[in-house]
């Protein structure tokens, strides 16, 4: 895997296909934490994991953790936020959306960028943030 990652100029790759990534790696940390806190059967993890990767779930951690982030991840935020939206989905609230775009995108940019320390001790911060909510 290291080696098709390392051919991915991050400078050079839209924002759109940095959140594509991110949702992707984000969705597998959930699954992970989920399945590690309970062996259940796929649908009900599944069911489960969508209180963690919703937009609108996505849209309430990075409101709640904007000050944890460094400069540099913030400008990835906001770049993958103002990113332009052909279609959203018509159940989602569209800055609901725009922020979970730019949440992924940061996920995505750690990710690729190999910063997996900052990205273990960010999705911790944001299942906390979820944690709070269900409770």
Known sequence: MEEYIKKIDIQSTSMQTLAFIGDAVYNVYIRCYLVSKSNSKT???????????????????????????????????????????????????????KKATGFETLIGYLYLNSEHNRLDEFVKKCIEVIEKEIQ
Not at 48 to 62: C, F, L
Not at 90 to 96: C, V, Y
């Open 43 to 97: 649908g009900k993890i599944h069911k489960e994991s969508i209180k963690y990767v919703s937009a609108k779930a996505q849209s309430k951690i990075i409101d709640n953790l904007h000050d944890f982030l460094t400069e540099t991840e913030q400008l990835v935020y906001k770049r993958g936020r103002n990113t332009n939206i052909d279609k959203v989905s018509k159940n989602i609230d569209i800055i609901d959306y």
